[in-house]
């Protein structure tokens, strides 16, 4: 049962332009987001995250968007950089429990 | 501020060899996760400590695996017998939450070792 599911494996985009990630989730029982990046034979490293009470969180070039009706959230990079070329990975979390359940991930490059 | 520290980073078995990782998280991290990550897919929890107990072990396969987090601090994450199916990369987790209502602590990954079961 895949309770968070990033039904993208891969994506490309021209350096510069916008960058959309996106992750359906089933559990309602989620009430925080998380996007972690992971470069190859490192591990996840937090970039942002989204608490159910918002729609949006903005960090720099990186939004986050939550659509709690359609258990959807995105993430929007722009402009896009050679540096983002990265496997991305949506996270969940119920409240008041830190057990995180990750998606699949989306290999993301970015074309100079 | 050193982050997680894992070893080994790589390790090749074969079936029904026995193996251990080991993890250091960041210092006074009270809480520490083992994730099991299959090639293609996302980490999965197998098991979560809160300073030297464990807080969840629902998705830790208990006939093979096993876990301990002595003094609290370091943790040590052991396969015995392997099966190929356990081939994977063992990440290992530290945040500084204690799992409380009022908010969310950010986990922070080790590098990870990778795990071929031949």
């Known amino acids: 049962d895949q309770q968070v599911k990033q039904n993208s494996p891969s994506l490309s985009v021209q350096e510069g332009r916008i960058s959309i990630l996106n992750c359906d989730y089933t559990n309602s029982m989620f009430d925080y987001f998380l996007w972690y990046k992971k470069y190859p034979a490192e591990g996840p490293t937090f970039l942002i995250s989204i608490s159910s009470i918002k729609d949006k969180n903005e960090d720099g070039r990186f939004t986050v968007f939550l659509n709690k009706s359609a258990k959807h959230l995105s993430l929007h990079i722009v402009p896009s950089q050679p540096g983002d070329s990265a496997v991305y990975f949506c996270?969940?979390?119920?409240?008041?429990?830190?057990?995180?359940?990750f998606g699949t991930g989306t290999r993301l490059t970015i074309i100079p | 501020e050193a982050g997680v520290a894992q070893s080994p980073r790589y390790k090749i078995i074969e079936k029904r060899q026995s193996v251990a990782f080991w993890c250091n998280p960041i210092?006074?991290?009270?809480?520490l996760y083992w994730y099991q990550q299959i090639l293609g897919q996302g980490p999965k929890l197998l098991i979560q400590f809160q300073n030297n107990g464990v807080v969840d072990d629902s998705q830790l396969p208990k006939d093979r695996f096993s876990a301990e987090r002595l003094k609290g601090v370091d943790s040590t994450l052991k396969i015995q017998p392997a099966k190929l199916e356990d081939s994977a990369v063992y990440l290992c987790?530290?945040?500084?939450?204690?799992?409380?209502?009022?908010?969310?602590?950010?986990?922070?990954f080790g590098p990870g070792t990778r795990l071929t079961v031949l």
């Open positions: 987790a530290s945040s500084s939450g204690t799992g409380g209502l009022s908010s969310y602590n950010e986990q922070f």
């Open positions: 210092s006074g991290h009270a809480t």
């Open positions: 996270a969940a979390s119920p409240f008041g429990n830190e057990k995180l359940t």
